[in-house]
């Protein structure tokens, strides 16, 4: 019984020592690992004119610090300077063109009913900017938001000719000719989204950083046709303010509401106030991009774009 016991023991002790060979030969599993990804970053820019530079500012500070929209929106004056930054020009190359911008460039006077500026100016100016490039290929994804005169239904262009989405985006009813494409006809963005969030959400974004360059509208004031102008315009779209902020991750506020919407010499004090207003909220921004960078959403794909 003994010798069959050291029999067993021995032919265990060999079956262990090749199997133990066997596990040397063998490879460790592999081991895969899932890599957080970057979030898709947007920024919404605002109507409002002239202050419409501070939005330079405010890009030319966002860059400064490696952070670089994939998407932008715009609607009215961030249309405009929404669609030459998209279109791959640098935020100093953004502040030359606006420091060169003459009335003169975007001004067209006309006698017609429906507005006293024709807008093709305007969309010349743009097309030329963004080298006569359609919508749909420029390096970063671009939405120009516009109002349908016929429904009331916001527009979002995100293909085709871009002076000619922009022009529609910028037509503030009864100053500019409204701006006919395929037969329709379109007026100022503000109207139904005067911060395009919603639209950059939609687009696919991860976070989004508004841009707000509107300002309240003023009681008591005494004022000319163009102070009426203004006061339209801050009219315009109050009602969709707070609900597009309220989806936005971060929003940036420059001081230009004292500013007038067609005052351009106040450029540089406008792209001023965008940089100050910007710098204010880089920590923050940081802060957000580093807490998505941990979050279970940073391991899944991208947001599916509705558009």
Known sequence: MMYSAVKLSAASLLVLALTGCDFANKKPATVHTVKARQPVVAIALGGGGAKG??????????ESHGIKPQIVTGT?????VGSIYA??????????????????DLRDLTLNSQGIVLGQKLQDFVNRQVGNVPIEKFPKRFAAIATDLNTGKKVE??????GQAVRASCSIPNVFVPATIAGKKYVDGGLVS???????????ADIVIAVDISARPQSGKSMNMWGLLDQTINIMGQSSINYELNQADIVIKPTVGHLGVLDLKARNESILAGEQAAQGQIPKIKKILADFARSPQALLPPPKAKF
């Open 53 to 62: 530079f501070a939005h330079i500012g405010v890009i030319k500070v966002l």
């Open 76 to 80: 009215s004056a961030g249309s405009f």
């Open 194 to 204: 005067p911060i395009p969030v919603e639209t950059a959400k939609n687009m696919g």
């Open 87 to 104: 279109s791959g020009k640098t935020p100093f190359q953004l502040q030359e063109i606006a420091l060169k911008l003459e009335e003169s």
């Open 157 to 162: 262009f995100i293909r085709g000719n871009a």
